[in-house]
């Protein structure tokens, strides 16, 4: 499972290191697509679990599935570690997520979160102790 959040820099030729016990759970080759969730993000996937999310797509009536395809496969890239564990971020997807210097690589149980440093840091102002306990209430545990 892929937990923790990590900062890394991502260097001018748009290449960011993934801490080595997440790329662990990722395996040697993974996608890496626009954020689906609502949020201005980026997505990794182990090839398994892009696989569960392409067929949870498909169940969507044609017309949905149609939508949410263009949106995440015209975003979408295959992608490998170097030798040094990081991996390249395609252009497109850096500037859709307006990455560039530091980001925020967050595990997310079943896939990774990459985002921009300070969009980062707004989004999670938003999470209080009390806000996030009103949501653990729903669990009943």
């Excluded at 696989?51 to 992608?79: H, M, Q, T």
Aim: negative net charge; contains cysteine; glycine residues 8%.
């Amino acid at each position: 499972m892929l937990y923790g959040g990590y900062n890394h820099n991502i260097d001018k030729k748009g290449r960011i290191a993934i801490p080595s016990k997440l790329r662990d759970e990722l395996g040697s080759n993974f996608m890496i697509c626009r954020g689906i969730y609502g949020k201005r993000c980026l997505c990794v996937y182990s090839n398994e679990q892009w696989e569960k999310l392409v067929e949870k797509i498909g169940e969507l009536p044609s017309a949905k599935s149609s939508v949410v395809r263009r949106f995440l496969y015209d975003g979408a890239f295959n992608v490998e570690f170097d030798s040094q564990g990081r991996i390249l971020v395609p252009a497109s997807l850096r500037e859709y997520a307006e990455l560039e210097g530091e980001a925020h690589i967050i595990g997310m149980v079943t896939n990774l979160e990459i985002w921009n440093k300070e969009h980062w840091a707004e989004e999670n102002e938003q999470y209080t102790p009390e806000s996030i306990a009103s949501i653990v209430e729903e669990l009943d545990f």
